[in-house]
């Protein structure tokens, strides 16, 4: 094929405004404002897993140079918008992702973020297993703790091991990862739960997992019962990993200190340290409402939609053809 032609067909070109029509007449009913932000931010991500691009920017006006970062996802200024007082709202946009390409992921891709005030993650959890049965036809979900999850699949308790015992589990899943000795606790549990939990879940309903290990979950509020956990969830389905949300933390000073115990870890991994969103900071000071807040993936969502096994099937221009 001509790499100037997208790789998608006309028919998929069709479902993707389907698809964008019965996600914007869900939150019509449901009375959730759309709204629009940046792409491009003076913040970014401090997660060491998540990696933006950077771009430099010089001020006409004032001669000054800086960097720019295009959003992982527009939560912090969406964030200040419920600090303003939007009320309950969403966004269907592009999110941009340092990260190779797959068969689920390309660096750019569209996303939907929605925040629900007076949500707790389990009232939004009910909202996108709804959304998931509009669109999808799907069955009821499964919801399962991430404790549980791993105890079923790995037979470990995530919340009370040791570096040997994630070690020991990831040799018997013949995970072959070079030097697994210096990876983080986290980086461990994550490899564990994405070969031997996410393949096994979801697969004739969408299945939810939450109350993720806090150290897993910089924005989400700690479940008040167990300290060792934080109120976050993600659903998967059919082998993708569709959407990740949170009852969201509204403290500004907690909120600092993770995104600098973030630029932490990045420091002691050699990453670069990144620049904490200010802005975003100062909207927590002013009051975010109690909310909870979702990402899913629209791509994905589609890919599941029309049976499609990549994602260029319904990205026109991937960024091979970009």
Same mark, same amino acid.
């Given at each position: 094929?001509?790499?100037?032609?997208?790789?998608?067909?006309?028919?998929?070109?069709?479902a993707r405004?389907?698809?964008?029509?019965?996600?914007?007449?869900?939150?019509?009913?449901?009375?959730?404002?759309?709204?629009?932000?940046?792409?491009l931010?003076?913040?970014t991500?401090?997660?060491?897993?998540?990696?933006a691009?950077?771009?430099?920017?010089?001020?006409?006006?004032?001669?000054?140079?800086?960097?720019?970062?295009?959003?992982?996802?527009p939560?912090?200024?969406m964030?200040?918008?419920l600090c303003?007082?939007?009320?309950?709202i969403?966004?269907?946009?592009?999110?941009f992702?340092?990260?190779?390409?797959?068969?689920?992921?390309n660096?750019?891709?569209?996303m939907?973020?929605?925040?629900?005030v /007076? $949500? %707790?993650?389990f009232?939004?959890?009910? +909202?996108?297993? @709804?959304l998931l049965? =509009?669109?999808l &036809?799907t069955?009821?979900?499964?919801?399962?703790?991430?404790?549980?999850?791993?105890?079923?699949?790995?037979?470990?308790?995530?919340l009370?091991?040791?570096?040997?015992?994630?070690?020991?589990?990831?040799?018997?899943?013949?995970?072959?990862?070079?030097?697994?000795?210096?990876?983080?606790?986290?980086?461990?549990?994550?490899?564990?739960?994405?070969?031997?939990?996410?393949?096994?879940?979801?697969?004739?309903?969408p299945?939810f997992?939450?109350?993720f290990?806090?150290?897993?979950?910089?924005?989400?509020?700690?479940?008040?019962?167990?300290?060792?956990?934080?109120?976050?969830?993600?659903?998967?389905?059919?082998g993708?990993?569709?959407?990740? /949300? $949170? %009852?969201?933390?509204?403290?500004?000073q +907690?909120?600092? @200190?993770?995104?600098? =115990?973030?630029? &932490?870890k990045?420091q002691a991994?050699?990453?670069?340290?990144?620049?904490?969103?200010?802005?975003?900071?100062?909207?927590?000071?002013?009051?975010?409402?109690?909310?909870?807040?979702?990402?899913?993936?629209?791509?994905r969502?589609?890919?599941?939609?029309?049976?499609?096994?990549?994602?260029?099937?319904?990205?026109?221009?991937?960024?091979?053809?970009?």
């Amino acid at each position: 094929m001509p790499s100037w032609k997208p790789t998608t067909t006309h028919q998929a070109r069709i479902a993707r405004a389907e698809l964008l029509r019965l996600i914007r007449e869900f939150f019509y009913k449901r009375d959730v404002l759309e709204v629009d932000t940046p792409s491009l931010s003076n913040g970014t991500v401090t997660d060491e897993h998540l990696d933006a691009f950077e771009t430099p920017f010089h001020f006409s006006t004032t001669g000054k140079t800086t960097s720019l970062f295009l959003q992982t996802s527009p939560e912090y200024a969406m964030k200040r918008l419920l600090c303003a007082q939007s009320g309950s709202i969403y966004q269907i946009g592009k999110a941009f992702r340092h990260e190779g390409e797959g068969r689920w992921h390309n660096p750019e891709f569209t996303m939907l973020e929605w925040y629900r005030v /007076g $949500f %707790n993650h389990f009232d939004l959890m009910d +909202e996108v297993d @709804a959304l998931l049965m =509009e669109v999808l &036809a799907t069955q009821p979900s499964d919801r399962l703790t991430y404790q549980q999850a791993f105890k079923e699949h790995v037979g470990l308790d995530p919340l009370d091991t040791t570096d040997t015992a994630l070690l020991n589990a990831m040799r018997d899943n013949n995970i072959d990862i070079h030097e697994p000795e210096t990876l983080s606790v986290d980086s461990k549990l994550q490899l564990l739960f994405s070969y031997c939990v996410e393949p096994k879940i979801g697969q004739q309903k969408p299945c939810f997992i939450y109350d993720f290990p806090a150290s897993q979950a910089a924005l989400a509020k700690i479940n008040p019962d167990d300290a060792r956990v934080a109120q976050r969830f993600e659903v998967y389905f059919q082998g993708a990993e569709l959407a990740n /949300g $949170f %009852n969201e933390l509204s403290a500004p000073q +907690e909120q600092r @200190a993770r995104f600098e =115990e973030d630029n &932490a870890k990045r420091q002691a991994s050699g990453l670069p340290v990144k620049p904490i969103d200010e802005l975003f900071l100062e909207a927590l000071d002013a009051g975010l409402p109690e909310c909870a807040g979702v990402a899913l993936g629209v791509d994905r969502l589609l890919m599941l939609k029309m049976g499609a096994t990549h994602i260029q099937q319904v990205i026109n221009f991937p960024v091979s053809r970009a």
